[in-house]
């Protein structure tokens, strides 16, 4: 005798249409924006990087994430608080 009760998956639950796939990725999207003028501009193209960082420093850089998503506040990805931080460090070494 199992002691844990089967979930029974109802299957029209599961089907989501295209229109709500799409809002689910424009809302999940990273948007690089916020308090901050971005030096992004829209003709610069993301490309990706690979940095080392400590554990916890990584940790710490998921732990304000998923704080952030929680609030509903930007930045939500680890990319988008590193490239913040970085645009604020520009725009203060520039000084």
Not at 9 to 36: F, R
Not at 72 to 80: L, N
């Amino acid at each position: 005798m199992s002691l844990l009760k089967k979930k029974t998956v109802n299957p029209e639950k599961q089907k989501a249409t295209a229109q709500q796939a799409e809002l689910l990725a424009e809302q999940l999207a990273d948007k690089p924006y916020g308090a901050i003028k971005s030096s992004i501009t829209s003709s610069d193209e993301i490309v990706r990087t690979s940095i080392s960082l400590p554990k916890s420093l990584l940790a710490t850089l998921e732990d304000l994430t998923r704080y952030n998503k929680r609030q509903g506040v930007e930045p939500k990805t680890v990319s988008a608080i590193i490239r913040e931080s970085l645009e604020r460090y520009l725009l203060l070494i520039k000084k």
